[in-house]
Nanobody, 115 residues
C-alpha cells in the first residue's frame, strides 16, 4: 500500500525559509514524476514544482528563484526548499508521486507565512 506523508510545514515570518519533506512507503524507486502542489483557502490546487525521472525541473512563475524541488532517498524521495517566503505562499502543500499510471498524494502540510 502506497503512503505519502508530508512534513516540515509551519508558521514562518515573511522572508523566512522552510524545507518540506515527503516520506514514501510502498512506492518503489521508479516514478514518472514527483511534484509539489499547494491549495490556499477558497482556491484550486495548483502545481508549485515538478521533477521528472531525468531530473528536469519546472516551477510555477510565482515561486521561481525562491523554491527548489530536489530528489532524496527511497524513504524520503522528494523535498521542497522554500526561501524568501511571502504571505501569498500560505497554503496547504501536497506532494504527489506518479508511478506507472497512478498518482499518489499525501495528506498535506500547512505552511503559514506572516507579514
Amino acid at each position: 500500500q502506497v503512503q505519502l506523508v508530508e512534513s516540515g510545514g509551519g508558521l514562518v515570518q515573511a522572508g523566512g525559509s522552510l524545507r518540506l519533506s515527503c516520506a514514501a512507503s510502498g512506492i518503489g524507486i521508479s516514478f514518472n514524476f514527483m511534484a509539489w502542489y499547494r491549495q490556499a483557502p477558497g482556491k484550486q490546487r495548483d502545481l508549485v514544482a515538478i521533477i521528472t525521472t531525468s531530473g528536469t525541473t519546472n516551477y510555477a512563475d510565482s515561486v521561481k528563484g525562491r523554491f527548489t524541488i530536489s530528489r532524496g532517498s527511497a524513504q524520503i524521495p522528494v523535498y521542497l526548499q522554500m526561501n524568501s517566503l511571502k504571505p501569498e505562499d500560505t497554503a496547504i502543500y501536497y506532494c504527489c508521486i506518479s508511478v506507472a499510471r497512478m498518482n499518489y498524494w499525501g495528506q498535506g502540510t500547512q505552511v503559514t507565512v506572516s507579514s
